[in-house]
């Protein structure tokens, strides 16, 4: 910046670019306390300024919110993270076979493209605040989708339990917002883990790691098998390694560990993880 461009900070921030200079960027929203600190939102929309509000105010919405407690550099406690969330994971466990096997699909083929998960994060989000999004707006494909999510919504539920409708919603919309939090490449190699034995092997391996202990795992167990075919625990790998957690394996144990100051990486793939998990 010192060399090339020129900054100017004051209550606003611009930033001035030579002409002709090629760039890469991508945008997050940011967080700013009352303090002054500031940090990144794990889900968009979820951007601005901290409000002062007294205990009596504050109120759990069953939806994890990292906004004021998380920080990127301090110890990520994942298991009471996804312990907050078992609400949202038990519901979609108890829909019907064929719902799950339908939804679980239409999750994977937008896991394809990227830009996608970004428009169905940002519908859900719009219905999950009670708006009515503008669906002619959106390609075909995503229009399509979008609409067999909500039919699939309201073929399990009752035409007066709202209630439980948008509970629904929201519990979709929280996958849905992980997936979205994910790198590309995890996206992509998780996209390719999606058959119910992998996804299995994979909840379990989040349940380990969520918990810390540092203990091995044996290949041998009837629900980490599908780890012994060489591809699926090379994109097993693949995707813990662009999450920040490591596989070690040795002969017919494994063994997962955490990075340190792994960010919120290690979070969001274990939602997306168990939540999809929770449709087979």
């Known amino acids: 910046m010192k060399q090339i461009g ?60 990292l906004r004021g407690n998380f920080d990127a550099n301090s110890h990520l406690n994942l298991n009471e993270e996804l312990d907050k969330l078992s609400g949202h994971f038990q519901l979609l466990s108890v829909l019907p076979v064929a719902k799950r096997s339908s939804l679980l699909q239409l999750l994977k083929t937008t896991m394809e493209d990227r830009e996608a998960v970004s428009v169905l994060e940002c519908v859900l989000d719009q219905l999950c605040e009670g708006e009515t999004p503008d669906l002619g707006d959106l390609e075909e494909s995503e229009r399509e989708t979008v609409q067999a999510i909500l039919d699939l ?10 209630v439980i409708r948008s509970s629904l919603l929201s519990a979709i919309h929280l996958i849905v917002s992980a997936m979205d939090g994910m790198t590309d490449e995890g996206l992509s190699m ?19 790691v969520a918990a810390g202990s540092g203990e091995t795992l044996s290949l041998r167990d009837a629900g980490l098998a599908v ?38 990486l290690p979070l969001v793939m274990s939602i997306t993880v168990k939540g999809l998990a929770s449709l087979v």
């Open 227 to 264: 780890l012994t075919e060489e591809d699926v625990y090379q994109r097993t790998e693949s995707l813990f390694g662009h999450s920040e957690v490591t596989l070690k394996r040795e002969e017919d144990t494994l063994r997962t560990e955490m990075k340190d100051q792994p960010g919120y």
């Open 153 to 162: 919504v309201d073929q399990c539920v009752g035409k007066d339990e709202d």
């Open 190 to 208: 998780l996209g390719s883990c999606c058959s119910p034995p992998v996804l299995q092997a994979l909840q379990i391996l989040v349940q380990h």
């Open 6 to 65: 020129s900054t100017q900070t004051e209550s606003d921030v611009s930033l001035g670019i030579p002409a002709n200079t090629v760039m890469a960027y991508s945008l997050i929203e940011l967080y700013v306390k009352c303090n002054g600190q500031f940090e990144l939102c794990l889900f968009s929309n979820n951007g601005g300024f901290e409000k002062v509000r007294s205990k009596d105010d504050i109120e759990e919405d069953g939806i994890m919110d």
